[in-house]
């Protein structure tokens, strides 16, 4: 299990410097909207997955006036300690470093340090188009197995060379027909992976939601994929005039979305925003337990402004939930002290206290 026992932060996002010392047990972040709360999650995250919660591109993460910002984290990983260095210059590659030794390639970092974040701006998942409920899904199970991630890349790969070839009005039928051979094992594999990793969230998610909702509503996940309709190749097949005329894949993996129903209609029409943020709770949640299964040990979990809109006593009783006798570093924020101090300090002694005013961070 890996425990975040310092991290510095240089130039990323509104924190021009700061060195903090966590406790391995519960951190609680505290201040008011745009001090810096968020963002340091974010560089929590960042050193963990090699990227932005919240933004593809590196360049919203330079502070303002900058071109390059530096996040070092020091772990405590089953008794030994251990350095995490990243270094984004803008233009530049990202240089990414365990304990001083480079990665030869970005990606095989993801998972070496599990997390979960939950944050406002999970309402997308539900508000937002299936393109946010495919990164996901790809970022859950991306962490927990290396296969499904280096598939998944490489049907990526395939598909962009596939839709130049595409935008071409002579694409070569038989060379298209290579490509979708190519791609049809990748695809069926992160088909398989994404049907059962569903399969196994949705009842989760579901024990969850009745926690925070005290039983008055059902939820449930659907899986829905062209794949659902045979193998990739007979699926591009059926296409093949459709990409023809609009000059690029129409059907496949990259179509993929989840369906979330509340009493078996989709929550994005019938939810209320109170419903709708109980069931991301619930959703990253049953996230968190089938991350701490996978693995055998509990993910770093991060809440950024989770208790805003949630009944108290029942966001209480959730936490007290994960923060069981097995539980791994939890990391959250909130506006209001006074009632974070309230939830946390019923849960545990053994936790740590930070203020933050215009990306200064002290420990209180």
């Known amino acids: 299990m890996a425990i975040l026992k310092k991290i510095v932060v240089q130039d990323f996002r509104n924190i021009a410097l700061a060195e903090l010392v966590f406790s391995p047990n519960i951190n609680c972040i505290c201040g008011n909207n745009g001090e810096g709360k968020t963002n340091?999650?974010?560089?929590?995250?960042?050193?963990?997955?090699t990227k932005s919660a919240f933004s593809a591109s590196d360049r919203y993460s330079f502070r303002y006036g900058t071109d390059a910002f530096a996040l070092a984290g020091t772990y405590d990983i089953d008794g030994t300690e251990s350095?995490?260095?990243?270094?984004?210059?803008?233009?530049?590659?990202?240089?990414?470093?365990?304990?001083?030794?480079?990665?030869?390639?970005v990606s095989e970092h993801i998972g070496e340090l599990p997390i979960v974040m939950v944050s406002p701006a999970d309402t997308s998942l539900v508000s937002e188009s299936g393109e946010e409920r495919r990164r996901f899904i790809n970022a859950v199970l991306?962490?927990?197995?290396?296969?499904?991630?280096?598939?998944?890349?490489q049907y990526n790969r395939l598909l962009l060379q596939r839709n130049r070839l595409l935008k071409d009005a002579g694409a070569d039928p038989d060379l298209l027909a290579v490509f979708d051979g190519r791609m049809?094992?990748?695809?069926?594999?992160?088909?398989?992976?994404?049907?059962?990793?569903?399969?196994d969230l949705s009842p989760v998610v579901a024990d969850f939601y009745r926690m925070l909702s005290g039983g008055r509503e059902a939820v449930s996940i659907r899986y829905v994929s062209d794949l659902d309709k045979g193998t990739l190749e007979e699926v591009f097949a059926s296409h093949r005039?459709?990409?023809?005329?609009?000059g690029y894949t129409?059907?496949?993996i990259q179509r993929d979305d989840l369906v979330f129903l509340?009493?078996?209609?989709?929550?994005?029409?019938?939810?209320?925003?109170?419903?709708?943020?109980?069931?991301?709770?619930?959703?990253?949640?049953?996230?968190?337990?089938?991350?701490?299964?996978?693995?055998g040990f509990p993910p770093m979990l991060l809440l950024d402004d989770v208790f805003d809109k949630l009944d108290m006593d029942r966001i209480s009783n959730l936490l007290s939930?994960?923060?069981?006798?097995?539980?791994?570093?939890?990391f959250i924020t909130d506006s209001n002290k006074v009632r974070m101090q309230g939830i946390v300090d019923r849960i545990t002694d053994d936790r740590a206290y930070f203020e933050t005013v215009g990306g200064n961070f002290t420990r209180v």
């Not at 340091?40 to 997955?49: E, P, Q």
């Not at 049809?184 to 399969?199: D, P």
């Not at 005039?241 to 609009?246: C, L, N």
Request: glycine share 10%; with cysteine; hydrophobic share 35%.
């Open 40 to 49: 340091l999650m974010d560089a929590i995250y960042y050193l963990s997955m």
């Open 83 to 105: 350095l995490v260095t990243i270094q984004v210059r803008e233009g530049g590659e990202k240089r990414l470093k365990r304990d001083d030794k480079p990665y030869a390639r």
């Open 142 to 153: 991306s962490q927990m197995d290396r296969a499904y991630l280096s598939d998944i890349q």
């Open 184 to 199: 049809a094992g990748f695809a069926g594999r992160v088909w398989q992976a994404r049907r059962r990793f569903c399969e």
């Open 241 to 246: 005039e459709k990409d023809r005329i609009f």
């Open 250 to 252: 129409t059907s496949g």
């Open 262 to 295: 509340m009493d078996g209609h989709p929550i994005r029409r019938c939810g209320s925003q109170g419903q709708q943020k109980s069931f991301l709770v619930s959703l990253k949640f049953a996230q968190y337990e089938l991350m701490k299964k996978g693995y």
């Open 321 to 330: 939930l994960v923060a069981g006798q097995d539980f791994g570093q939890i």
